[in-house]
């Protein structure tokens, strides 16, 4: 499955370190321009959830791979996506965050 999508997102606000700073349970391991993480959780009704992933950013481009493995009950299911991004351009007047 693909999924393609379209955002504006500021310089100033783009920090993938940024987005797990305050997840609960994720430790952040980095060196340069690549960041790993691993977030670990437990849901509601026993169901627990882990995701292991890698993101690695440039000024133009970006690309990342997430493993996520999801227990609830005798069941496991386990997930694999991969990440590109890639610069447009400047962001259109008034489109913000």
């Not at 797990?20 to 959830?49: Q, Y």
């Not at 890639?86 to 962001?91: A, F, S, W, Y």
Request: net charge positive.
């Amino acid at each position: 499955m693909t999924d393609r999508r379209t955002e504006c997102i500021q310089d100033r606000e783009f920090n993938p370190r940024s987005l797990l700073r305050e997840a609960k349970g994720c430790e952040v391991v980095s060196g340069g321009i690549r960041l790993s993480f691993a977030l670990a959780c437990t849901l509601e009704e026993g169901v627990t959830t882990r995701v292991d992933g890698v993101f690695q950013n440039t000024s133009t481009s970006g690309k990342g791979r997430l493993r996520t493995q999801i227990r609830m009950g005798g069941m496991e299911m386990k997930l694999d996506t991969e990440v590109a991004t890639r610069r447009l351009g400047p962001c259109p007047a008034g489109g913000g965050g």
